[in-house]
């Protein structure tokens, strides 16, 4: 069974670093391409990253350029997030997903909370 | 401001057919695949439909998809009221080089 475990989030204030991580099981992670999606409270979801199966290719949504910074270690089946230079509106849910080709996030984790407040 | 085009909402009643619009442009929808997704209150999204029009293993066929052009539509048939979630669309922007979304739609079963 495919299970995505986010942890990581939590609350930090405007201008704080936060890393978020992902463990991956039930399937041969090293041979996804990986991505994060996230969805401020009450409001749709944005595609944040994603990450090729050996981290060679990361794509980033422009609100979170240079700030975010996402990585994967395949030995460990995880996924991460760091996340630099907080902002307010970086306030949401973090899911990491799986991939599938054409761009179906076909595998979801239960999210965790990042809140960015003073 | 989505890159894709969802209506805030749609309704219908138990048992009837409800269609969902997604709109976008030619360097997402109209040169890439559609997935969709719904997402029940509280809980992570869920895939519905991948490649314009396929459905993962599990996903009845109540739920379809197409795609013309740069725009795509959801089907549902045969309502039920275990369907009110949120459902979005979602596809590849080749010019942004980014995943993009739909701003979601409220499916409400009267």
């Known amino acids: 069974e495919v299970q995505l475990v986010e942890s990581g989030g939590g609350l930090v204030q405007p201008g704080g670093s936060l890393r978020l991580s992902c463990a991956a099981s039930g399937f041969t992670f090293s041979t996804y391409w990986m991505s994060w999606v996230r969805q401020a409270p009450g409001k749709g979801l944005e595609w944040v990253a994603n990450i090729k199966e050996d981290g060679t290719k990361r794509y980033y949504v422009d609100s979170v350029k240079g700030r975010f910074s996402v990585s994967r270690d395949n030995a460990e089946n995880s996924l991460y997030l760091q996340m630099n230079s907080l902002r307010v509106e970086d306030t949401a849910v973090y899911y990491c997903a799986r991939l599938a080709a054409r761009q179906a996030l076909v595998y979801w984790g239960q999210g965790t909370l990042v809140t960015v407040s003073s | 401001q989505s890159v894709l085009t969802q209506p805030p909402s749609v309704s219908a009643a138990p048992g009837q057919k409800v269609t969902i619009s997604c709109s976008g442009g030619t360097s997402n929808i109209g040169n890439n695949y559609i997935s969709w997704y719904q997402q029940l209150p509280g809980t992570a999204p869920k895939l519905l439909i991948y490649d314009n029009n396929k459905r993962p293993s599990g996903i009845p066929d109540r739920f379809s998809g197409s795609k013309s052009g740069t725009s795509a539509t959801l089907g549902i048939t045969g309502l039920q009221t275990g369907d009110e979630a949120d459902y979005y669309c979602?596809?590849?922007?080749?010019?942004?080089?980014?995943?993009?979304f739909g701003g979601g739609t409220k499916l409400t079963v009267l």
């Open positions: 979602g596809t590849w922007d080749s010019s942004l080089s980014s995943g993009v």
